[in-house]
């Protein structure tokens, strides 16, 4: 029974996320990865590309507000893979939950300025 209710509560909890994503989210700025890596991120079109300050390379490409969600591609550039990604604002931190095959993950930016 409690497993139930907090699968519920999960469940409930994710959807509350999805619905508030808003095609006007603003994800520019300096944000720290988990890592302590601080990556630069800006508006290109109508969609958000981001890099890290000390490189020329793409961690995070072509983040489009899509079928009511935020999607993108994260890139790991030292060991050269990519995965699909969404991205969810949530005050002064952006939570990715990043899909590779079955394995899905949970990472969280923090604001710089």
């Known amino acids: ?48 590309i ?7 390379v793409l961690v ?3 983040l489009t507000f899509t079928n009511g969600k935020w999607r993108g591609i994260l890139i790991n550039p030292k060991k050269d893979v990519s995965v ?7 005050g002064n931190k952006i939570k990715f939950i990043v899909t590779k095959g079955l394995i899905t993950k949970e990472l969280i930016w923090t604001k710089v300025n």
Not at 50 to 56: A, I, Q, T, V, Y
């Open 1 to 48: 029974m409690m497993q139930k209710v907090v699968i519920l509560i999960f469940i409930i909890c994710n959807f509350s996320i999805a619905i508030a994503q808003k095609s006007t989210d603003n994800f520019s700025g300096q944000w720290k990865t988990e890592k302590g890596i601080v990556i630069e991120i800006t508006k290109v079109k109508s969609s958000f």
């Open 50 to 56: 981001g890099k890290p300050l000390d490189k020329n």
């Open 60 to 62: 995070l490409n072509d």
């Open 84 to 90: 699909n990604c969404e991205a969810y604002l949530q």
